[in-house]
C-alpha cells in the first residue's frame, strides 16, 4: 500500500476540489443552454414553416388553445307537450301564425348527435328548403310548435319527443327519396332533435 506524504494529499484535494468545480461550471453550462432553448410548441413547429391551421387540425402537437365562445343560447322553453326549444337567432320579419305556410330549412338528428336528414346538402352546402303548412293534420305537433312564435329569419333548436313526433307517415317534413325517408321513419319511435331556420312566411 502507497503512502501518501501531506504534499501529495494537498495535491490530490486540490485536484477533487478542482475536479467539482468544474462539473459545476459543466452543469450551470448546461442548464444556461437549457433555459436559451426553451421555445413553445407552437413557435418551435411555425418556425420549422408549419402552419397555424396544421396545429389546429392535430391538436395534440399545438400548445393549448383558448376555450372558443358557443353561440348564446337566448332563451330556452319547456313545453307541455314536452318539446324543448332553444332560441338561437331572433328573427327580424313577420310572426308565423298557426294555418300559415312557411318556408324553412333544417338538420334533423337523433338525441345522441347521428344525423338523420336535412334539407341543407353537407357537402355543398346547397339548400333544398321545405314548405311546410302549420296544421297538425299536415306537419309533426312538435315541429309546428316550434315554428309558431318564430319570426321569420330565426332560428331555433328542439327536441321532439317521439308522442309529438312522426305518428303518422304522411306528417310533414318528410324527404321524398327513398333512402333518407326509410333512415327518418326508423327512427320515429325516439326524441329527435331539430335545428330549424325560419326563411320566410308564404
Known amino acids: 500500500m502507497a503512502v501518501l506524504f501531506p504534499k501529495t494529499l494537498i495535491?490530490?484535494?486540490?485536484?477533487?476540489?478542482i475536479q467539482r468545480r468544474i462539473s459545476y461550471e459543466r452543469l450551470n453550462k448546461i442548464r444556461a443552454i437549457k433555459r436559451m432553448?426553451?421555445?413553445?410548441?407552437r413557435s418551435l413547429l411555425e418556425s420549422l414553416?408549419?402552419?397555424?391551421g396544421l396545429l389546429y387540425t392535430y391538436p395534440a402537437m399545438a400548445a393549448p388553445?383558448?376555450?372558443m365562445e358557443e353561440l348564446e343560447v337566448i332563451r330556452t322553453q319547456k313545453l307541455n307537450s314536452g318539446v324543448i326549444i332553444q332560441d338561437i337567432v331572433d328573427g327580424g320579419g313577420p310572426e308565423a301564425h298557426e294555418g300559415d305556410l312557411v318556408e324553412v330549412n333544417y338538420v334533423c338528428r337523433r338525441s345522441n348527435g347521428y344525423f338523420?336528414?336535412?334539407t341543407v346538402d353537407q357537402f355543398?352546402?346547397?339548400?333544398?328548403?321545405a314548405i311546410l303548412l302549420l296544421d297538425e293534420k299536415k306537419?309533426?305537433?312538435?315541429l309546428k310548435e316550434v315554428l309558431i312564435g318564430m319570426k321569420a329569419g330565426g332560428k331555433r333548436r328542439a327536441l321532439v319527443p317521439p308522442g309529438?313526433?312522426?305518428?303518422n307517415e304522411n306528417l310533414q317534413p318528410i324527404p321524398e327519396e327513398f333512402g333518407p325517408r326509410r333512415s327518418l321513419l326508423s327512427h320515429a319511435n325516439e326524441p329527435l332533435v331539430f335545428e330549424v331556420q325560419l326563411l320566410k312566411i308564404l
Open 49 to 52: 414553416g408549419l402552419s397555424a
Open 37 to 41: 432553448c426553451r421555445v413553445s410548441r
Open 65 to 67: 388553445l383558448p376555450k
Open 164 to 167: 309529438v313526433g312522426y305518428t
Open 11 to 17: 495535491q490530490t484535494n486540490s485536484l477533487f476540489v
Open 139 to 142: 306537419i309533426i305537433k312538435g
Open 124 to 129: 355543398s352546402g346547397e339548400s333544398k328548403p
Open 116 to 118: 338523420v336528414h336535412s
